[in-house]
T-cell receptor, first 116, second 112 residues
Framework: GAVVSQHPSRVICKSGTSVKIECRSL??????MFWYRQFPKQSLMLMAT?????????EQGVEKDKFLINHASLTLSTLTVTSAHPEDSSFYIC????????????FGPGTRLTVL | DAKTTQPPSMDCAEGRAANLPCNHS???????VYWYRQIHSQGPQYIIH???NNETNEMASLIITEDRKSSTLILPHATLRDTAVYYC?????????????FGTGTSLTVIP
């Protein structure tokens, strides 16, 4: 399967600042990546679908101006949490969708964001 | 929204088979069933997927009922490292990317 990395693995920031999280597909050119977030003891919630070279598609209830997604290349997608607040503290996970009949998603290791 | 239901938790003795059920009664004819697992504070790991035939790989077996309304993931010889939350997902086909919507999953505990 595809190998996916995320950077940073952990980040702590002050309220009101912006944080950028990178998602890289290391061995596969991904036209589609996904961003999820996971609160403690809860399941993964899909935030947005990121397609290379076009605007991301956001799930209902996810603010596109707060969670900026850029998928400028086939190996990199970034999620920027703008003006972060403590309620944005969460585990953010990206995935890469492989093409073909399998259409499988391979996930990154996640980024733990803590907003003070 | 998730289209699957799973029991919240299960225990399994080490070395025995773990059978994890999943209901997906509203599945459409062209929707695949995927299984992932998540060990604490890590990204989900792909296990297996199928459409209507039973599937087997080095990690597990997937048994899908003939009417496709339910499936069972089988870990043939559970080890302590198989303790994780297991998610059954029905892939939703769309023109923007075939999204996954995670349900609450089953927390499997393998007991020594």
């Amino acid at each position: 399967g595809a190998v996916v990395s995320q950077h940073p693995s952990r980040v702590i920031c002050k309220s009101g600042t912006s944080v950028k999280i990178e998602c890289r597909s290391l061995d596969f050119q991904a036209t589609t990546m996904f961003w999820y977030r996971q609160f403690p003891k809860q399941s993964l919630m899909l935030m947005a679908t990121s397609n290379e070279g076009s605007k991301a598609t956001y799930e209902q209830g996810v603010e596109k101006d707060k969670f900026l997604i850029n998928h400028a290349s086939l190996t990199l997608s970034t999620l920027t949490v703008t003006s972060a607040h403590p309620e944005d503290s969460s585990f953010y996970i990206c995935s890469v969708k492989t093409s073909g009949w399998t259409d499988t998603q391979y996930f990154g290791p996640g980024t733990r964001l803590t907003v003070l | 929204d998730a289209k699957t239901t799973q029991p919240p938790s299960m225990d399994c003795a080490e070395g025995r088979a773990a059978n994890l059920p999943c209901n997906h009664s509203t599945i459409s004819g062209n929707e695949y069933v995927y299984w992932y697992r998540q060990i604490h504070s890590q990204g989900p790991q792909y296990i297996i997927h199928g459409l209507k035939n039973n599937e087997t790989n080095e990690m597990a077996s997937l048994i899908i009922t003939e009417d496709r309304k339910s499936s069972t993931l089988i870990l043939p010889h559970a080890t302590l490292r198989d303790t994780a939350v297991y998610y059954c997902i029905v892939r939703v086909a769309s023109n923007t990317g075939n999204q996954f919507y995670f349900g609450t999953g089953t927390s499997l505990t393998v007991i020594p």
